[in-house]
């Protein structure tokens, strides 16, 4: 009797402990298939300290175990901005180099900034190619160019008188005067008249001004020039000497367009000619411009 109560109780005991046994390695299993994450320092493999603090500095992790979704990595410069909509590659590799230049952002609203106070935006700055934090370098001067001399030739004749169709000069080398018609050419000089032009005007106000005038030809360069009353005549082979920004020198002529060394692509038209400056057009924004001797 008593060997089969010892018999029950055995059995008792191996069913009760048997669950317990079963659950203990089911635990162990699930600890073992998924091992804790050591969570380190951000640029180190220090361990970063107390459990809450490691959950708080870890990139992407929350506080509570979740995963937190990462920042996007950053645009490239000027993507999507549509002051650049249009604009080729290479050139807005050079207007990010003028923005990086100045330190200045590419972003619409700063382009629309006045950063040095000088009454124009940077925008306006930046087609000028001028200084957006310096006052003194305003659009309509090109700071990035200088004159470095302009030689002007003058047609060495000078209009006195005409007289229907008679026309008195002086030739301004030898002093010495003569009467030239259409068809005739003046002593020793490479031209000839093509016409000649007796015309007086009045203004609004009825003061009457002698605008008659003589047209000569070059005989050597087909060149055209129109003599006026007592006014020398500036000949084509008049020059202006420009530096770019690299130092060199380019010679460019009145109504010429022409493209400035250390300015690729881009293309200026000389409107004027004068001692202290050179006035040019920019063919792409219409921009009228000085280029200032220095």
């Known amino acids: 009797m008593k060997q089969s109560v010892r018999g029950f109780a055995l059995l008792a005991l191996l069913v009760a402990v048997a669950p317990s046994c079963s659950k203990k390695g089911q635990d162990t299993r699930v600890v073992e298939s ?7 320092v951000p640029g180190t493999t220090q361990p970063a300290g ?3 603090s490691r959950a708080a500095s870890a990139p992407g992790r929350q506080s509570n175990g979740a995963s937190a979704a990462l920042p996007p990595a950053p645009r490239p410069a000027g993507e999507d901005n549509p002051l650049f909509a249009g604009v080729s590659p290479e050139d807005r590799i050079k207007f990010e180099a003028w923005f990086k230049r100045y330190n200045l952002s590419s972003d619409p609203e700063v382009m629309d900034q006045d950063a040095d106070h000088d009454g124009y935006t940077n925008r306006e700055e930046f087609l000028a190619d001028t200084n957006p934090l310096d006052p003194k370098s305003m659009p309509g001067v090109m700071d990035a160019a200088s004159v470095k001399a302009v030689n002007e030739i003058t047609v060495p004749l000078l209009l006195r008188q005409v007289k229907g169709d008679k026309a008195r000069v002086q030739n ?12 005739s050419q003046p002593k020793g000089l490479p031209y000839k008249v093509r016409d000649v032009k007796e015309s007086v005007k009045a203004d609004k106000h009825g003061v009457f001004t002698d605008v008659s005038n003589v047209t000569l030809e070059n005989t050597a360069t087909k060149e055209t020039v129109v003599l006026i ?3 020398p005549a500036r000949s084509s082979e008049t020059h202006a000497v420009i530096v770019g920004p690299n130092g060199e020198e380019k010679k460019v002529h009145l109504d010429e367009t022409v493209e400035i060394p250390g300015l690729p692509g881009r293309k200026f ?12 057009e920019e063919a792409s924004t219409k921009r ?7």
């Not at 998924?34 to 380190?40: A, C, F, G, L, N």
């Not at 038209?269 to 040019?280: A, G, I, S, Y």
Request: proline letters at 7%; a negative charge.
């Open 50 to 52: 107390g459990t809450s």
């Open 269 to 280: 038209k000389v409107m004027e000619l004068r001692q202290d400056q050179v006035l040019v």
């Open 172 to 183: 301004t080398q030898t002093g010495a005067e003569e009467e030239l018609s259409k068809g």
């Open 229 to 231: 009353r007592d006014l």
């Open 34 to 40: 998924s091992p804790p994450v050591e969570d380190t």
């Open 288 to 294: 009228t411009l000085s280029i200032p001797k220095r």
